[in-house]
Nanobody
Framework: QGQLVESGGGLVQAGESLRLSCEAS????????MAWFRQPPGKEREFVAG??????????GDSVAGRFTISRDDAKNTMYLHLQMNSLKPEDTAVYFC???????????????????WGQGTQVTVAS
């Protein structure tokens, strides 16, 4: 049974950086599309970034493109998904979730219902 555990959240000032990590175990996540989503207070969950397996092609939400970078360290037993967040803004404040789905395709990569595995989330707060 696959498990995703996020870490690295916290409170930062606007303009600063944070690096989130997601430890993925118990499933062959090295074959899966992996992604980060976030849910701001009182709003719906939204796509932040995604990465395909094998060719590591990346995709970003419009509001984070150019500031955030997604990457993955693949292994059969335990793999890691990272999100480097630079030039953070107060509007980046949200709970950030790691997600995975057993697919190599990037079709609907930004659609939460297409993901089978979710972490519990890590809070990121950006003060102005």
């Amino acid at each position: 049974q696959g498990q995703l555990v996020e870490s690295g959240g916290g409170l930062v000032q606007a303009g600063e950086s944070l690096r989130l990590s997601c430890e993925a175990s118990g499933h062959r996540f090295d074959r899966d599309v992996m992604a980060w989503f976030r849910q701001p207070p009182g709003k719906e969950r939204e796509f932040v970034a995604g990465i395909t397996p094998f060719n590591f092609k990346t995709y970003y939400g419009d509001s984070v493109a150019g500031r955030f970078t997604i990457s993955r360290d693949d292994a059969k037993n335990t793999m890691y998904l990272h999100l480097q967040m630079n030039s953070l803004k107060p509007e980046d404040t949200a709970v950030y979730f790691c997600a995975a789905r057993p697919s190599q395709s990037a079709i609907e990569i930004g659609a939460p219902p297409t993901y089978n595995y979710w972490g519990q989330g890590t809070q990121v707060t950006v003060a102005s």
